[in-house]
């Protein structure tokens, strides 16, 4: 009888352990992949503005940021470890998982020397505007692929759709295989194409462009925590509001909808930029209450957004959902230099001096951009200068200036003649001979190139440092206190999707933030 009895418990063990296991929900590669990137976010914006979130929420009703944190993996910092952190790298980073040195995307925009000028990094003169006139853009200067093709290939029938204000934002976030990607004319706000993606814009797109065509002109009255602001939607000054973070969501919804965006069978990706956060930094500086107040209006967009994909799928169990930056700002910021001249300008003007006094007048600086500065080829030509003399003579004169941390040239980077004053690696990841500029220069701390309140774009961690907030039902919630780098992300996601990684990435899968 005890071993009868015995037999009989360890068959009803089996059975309850059976039955158990058969109970818990089967977890599959997610139906839609919702990547969502808060421009100029640094990771210490986002941790002071979270007491002022939404509330977590539950998945019928989550909130924004809080709940992301609640049910999924935080990361406080991941790390940009480039010499420039800027928009259109920054997001060309994010969707390919390798650095500029490798995609291709240095700056904003560069000195094009066979052009013989300025070209931003998404303009292309092959393929026309959808919606509005002017420069067209797309994706045919990024030189790696991106997640979305990396989807693509994986399955053909899946749907990629990228929304942003900034053309920038939208087309490198897209790659060059997306279905469809929209971002705003700010000439005419209007939501607009290319031809590089679709001939036409769809019906739900132009419903939302005939309500901005109402609302222009309107008056925008905006009280953000102390400060009242009377502004008029349509111009450039409300793209840093609440009311920008509201559009951009509007046609994120839109697009989610009208697409049917993780309802197919297939691994769908939508990718939304939130570009309104960047222009009020830009607008206002790092700490003004109007920074804050359109923070949290894209914590109440993201609350919109997932409530919607949680209705449209029935819950969010296949949606994988990332959220993290392109860049952060600076706290504070030194613009001038003692005389009054903007940095950027007076270094400028410290070379043209310079090294007309040594070689004979002339225009020897193509262009500048971000600190960087070009040489005129044909300057040289004329003078019979050999560009190595020119270069060494360019440091000479800018090492000792007001602001100046460190100058690099195209021979030291050739060369590996790098200081221990910048980093190896951020020079290695950042810098492309042929686009990046002939010298280079790093600025001291909180010296930053524009003229606006607050700005960005070196490689000190109050720049390169951003949150990274990983959620689904494949991910262990939890703090996670280590550096990630913005270049596992891609490589993470695809693992997540069961995918090769796109070309070029070189990141690491996260494996800290897998459920075991």
Request: net charge positive.
């Amino acid at each position: 009888m005890p071993m009868v009895y015995l037999g009989m418990r360890l068959i009803t063990t089996l059975l309850l352990l059976s039955t158990v296991v058969e109970a818990q929900p089967r977890v599959t590669k997610p139906a839609l992949t919702l990547l969502i990137i808060v421009d100029q976010l640094p990771s210490q914006r986002l941790q002071r503005a979270l007491s002022k979130m939404l509330a977590a929420g539950n998945a019928k009703r989550p909130g924004g940021f809080r709940y992301l944190i609640a049910r999924g993996a935080y990361y406080p910092r991941a790390v940009f470890d480039v010499l420039h952190a800027v928009t259109a790298p920054g997001h060309a980073t994010l969707l390919s998982g390798a650095y500029p040195a490798q995609h291709g995307i240095v700056l904003n925009s560069w000195y094009d020397r066979k052009a013989r000028a300025v070209v931003l990094a998404t303009e292309d003169a092959r393929c026309q505007m959808i919606g509005a006139s002017g420069i067209c853009h797309s994706a045919h200067r990024l030189r790696a692929p991106t997640l979305g093709e990396a989807i693509k290939i994986a399955d053909p029938q899946a749907r990629l759709a990228s929304v942003a204000i900034k053309h920038r934002a939208a087309v490198l976030m897209a790659g060059n295989l997306a279905d469809r990607v929209f971002w705003l004319d700010v000439d005419t706000w209007r939501w607009v194409t290319s031809s590089a993606y679709r001939d036409l814009l769809p019906e739900y797109a132009l419903a939302l462009n005939r309500k901005l065509a109402a609302m222009r002109g309107q008056k925008l009255a905006w009280k953000a925590r102390g400060v009242d602001r009377l502004l008029s939607i349509g111009t450039r000054e409300a793209l840093g509001t609440p009311y920008a973070a509201q559009m951009t969501a509007d046609l994120a919804l839109a697009t989610l909808r009208g697409e049917a965006l993780g309802k197919r069978g297939h691994p769908d990706l939508l990718t939304i930029s939130f570009s309104s956060t960047d222009y009020a930094g830009h607008d206002y500086g790092a700490k003004a209450p109007e920074v804050l107040d359109t923070l949290l209006a894209v914590d109440r967009a993201i609350s919109r957004i997932l409530s919607a994909v949680s209705q449209q799928l029935g819950g969010l169990d296949r949606v994988l959902i990332v959220v993290s930056s392109d860049h952060g700002a600076a706290p504070k910021v030194r613009r001038v230099t003692g005389s009054g001249d903007q940095f950027q300008d007076h270094w400028r003007k410290r070379l043209e001096q310079g090294l007309s006094k040594s070689f004979g007048p002339d225009r020897y600086i193509a262009a500048d951009s971000y600190f960087n500065y070009w040489l005129d080829d044909a300057a040289l030509a004329r003078h019979r200068i050999k560009r190595q003399l020119a270069l060494k003579r360019a440091k000479e004169l800018l090492i000792d200036q007001p602001g100046v941390r460190q100058v690099l040239t195209a021979d030291d980077t050739a060369s590996g003649k790098i200081t221990s004053a910048v980093p190896a690696s951020q020079v290695a990841n950042g810098y492309l001979a042929g686009l990046s500029g002939d010298i280079v220069v790093i600025g001291k701390r909180y010296v930053v190139p524009g003229k606006n309140p607050g700005d960005h774009g070196t490689g000190y961690s109050y720049d390169t440092c951003v949150p990274l907030l990983i959620a689904g039902a494949l991910i262990a919630p939890g703090q996670r206190l280590a550096n990630a780098r913005t270049i596992d992300i891609v490589p993470t996601i695809s693992h997540i999707l069961q995918i090769t990684p796109p070309a070029m990435a070189h990141g690491r899968v996260l494996t800290e933030a897998l459920r075991r």
